[in-house]
């Protein structure tokens, strides 16, 4: 899990949230911001099918990160990624 968080105490915090098959973007409150959602599609390869990212929060590079977070998760449980998500493959294609 990876926190992106203010250093000053009255302003939004946010953090990465790792579930089985979804990983999001929260804010202290709960609301969530960005997500990237994936399945298992056979015994060794998951599809990352969905990535969002609300409009306050683009141009911070947190899709890529979604990206990266999700590729490491999946490959840590030693399957292979593919992606059905047009951004999601178009960075796979750059990052292989």
């Not at 999946?74 to 493959?89: D, H, L, R």
């Amino acid at each position: 899990m990876l926190d992106i968080m203010d250093q000053e105490p009255n302003k939004t915090k946010y953090e990465y949230i790792t579930q089985p098959d979804w990983i999001y973007l929260t804010d202290n409150d709960g609301n969530i911001f960005a997500e990237i959602t994936f399945e298992q599609v056979d015994d060794k390869t998951y599809d990352i099918y969905h990535t969002f990212v609300d409009e306050s929060m683009r141009g911070q590079w947190i899709a890529d990160e979604l990206v990266q977070q999700a590729v490491d998760h999946i490959q840590s449980q030693w399957f292979s990624v593919t992606a059905s998500c047009p951004f999601a493959k178009k960075w796979l294609k750059r990052h292989k």
